[in-house]
């Protein structure tokens, strides 16, 4: 019954990502790339993989796909036309990806019976800790270290856009994102979705302890209204040097820390929460790195300072 | 009851996907970006529209049924904005080389 139009997404799928690889145009693969996030999002909802689905949507679409027009932008058309890889590169290339393709392959044809599945002892624990979604336990309880360690990455990310900036422009603002005319649909468009995006922003993460949602999603959807503001030039980008900026740039993994540090004391040991009190924790840490994520989000797409500091 | 709600339903996201398969044509066979868009904007306004109605009488409670309304209007305002830019850039002489 449901098989058909499965079999057309999978389809689509594939046509979007062999589009995108063999498109031209760097930016005609970009926005291939885009559509291959939204359909693979789509796919994720049919695995009823809800949390996947919407970070699939909001950050791979999204963001990544944003944060890639805006490096276009800056890169320019492509010049070296016609130069192909050496054979020998392309033959290379080509048997590495079959290699992965039959791998892959060979997983899907012969899957190991009985499936090997975490998922009953990640269910064992969720009453302790209080939390009705998994896929947040998941994240923010026994696989705390690797959430961590993701958003210190989102800032490292950012401190190497900023290390691009030429020196005498250190700590000014980065470049303004408006179009080059104004545009009256595009102001009217900021002024009415934000308010609107800001719920369903903290919506998401509030919702993360139980259903589908979390920082992440949040934390981008906040990101893209305040883009949305800045690219109808209702705001400028903030200065790299405040002090508040990189205060909130910091804020979820110092957050995040002090909790895991605190752990030694409190609980049983590093990132550890204590019996009773994991709940209320895990949505403090959550809704301090979602300020965080969509702060850094948002200096990512803005990029290192154009302008030189007032 | 339940049939006529069923009957209303199937009516309406008929109704809908005829829009969507009707804009989906005109995107596809209209001569330039302005009818194009049009073709776009009335899948997007009137098929969504008419399948959001038609989902409405299969919602559990008035909750689920108030954020598809509010999904509808989100997409109406998206999209609306959108081709708005679209057409602004292209009377402008579409992109720049």
């Known amino acids: ?310 | 009851m339940s049939l006529l709600a069923d009957i209303f339903t199937i009516t309406a996201v008929s109704a809908g996907m005829f829009f969507f398969l009707a804009g989906t044509v005109g995107l596809l066979r209209f001569p330039d970006t302005l009818t194009r868009l049009h073709a776009l904007t009335k899948a997007d306004n009137l098929g969504f529209g008419l399948i959001v109605l038609g989902l409405l009488p299969q919602s559990p409670d008035v909750a689920s049924g108030l954020k598809l309304v509010v999904v509808w209007l989100l997409v109406q305002l998206a999209g609306a904005s959108a081709s708005q830019l679209i057409a602004q850039f292209a009377s402008k002489g579409g992109p720049p080389a």
């Open chain 1, 1 to 310: 019954m449901s098989l058909l139009p499965d079999l057309a997404l999978v389809l689509l799928i594939l046509i979007a990502a062999v589009w995108t690889v063999s498109a031209r145009d760097r930016r005609d693969s970009v926005i291939g790339f885009i559509v291959v996030g939204l359909l693979l999002s789509l796919a994720w909802i049919r695995l009823n993989s809800v949390d996947v689905a919407l970070t699939e949507a909001a950050v791979g679409g999204g963001a990544t796909g944003l944060l890639l027009l805006r490096a276009c932008a800056r890169l320019g058309p492509i010049e070296a036309e016609g130069v192909k890889p050496q054979v020998p590169l392309r033959i290379l290339t080509g048997v590495l990806c079959s290699v992965v393709a039959a791998a892959l392959a060979a997983v899907v044809l012969f899957p190991i019976e009985p499936a090997p599945t975490l998922a009953p002892a990640a269910a064992a624990h969720m009453g302790e800790i209080g939390l009705g979604n998994p896929v947040t336990v998941v994240l923010l309880a026994y696989r705390a270290l690797d959430t961590l360690l993701e958003k210190v990455v989102l800032v490292l990310a950012l401190i190497g856009v900023w290390a691009l900036t030429p020196d005498p422009l250190w700590g000014g603002a980065p470049g303004s994102l408006r179009a080059q005319q104004s545009s009256g649909p595009l102001t009217f468009l900021a002024q009415v979705l934000p308010p609107i995006g800001v719920v369903i922003g903290v919506y998401l993460i509030w919702n993360g302890a139980d259903r589908p949602g979390g920082t992440f999603q949040g934390g981008t959807v906040l990101a893209a209204m305040w883009l949305l503001v800045m690219m109808a030039d209702l705001r400028e980008p903030p200065e790299i040097r405040l002090h508040k900026l990189r205060l909130l740039v910091v804020l979820g993994p110092m957050v995040f820390l002090t909790v895991g540090f605190a752990g030694f004391w409190i609980a049983d040991g590093f990132l550890s929460y204590p019996s009773g009190f994991a709940k209320p924790i895990i949505v403090l840490v959550e809704a301090a790195l979602a300020l965080s994520i969509a702060v850094i989000l948002g200096m990512l797409v803005a990029g290192p300072a154009a302008r030189p500091p007032r």
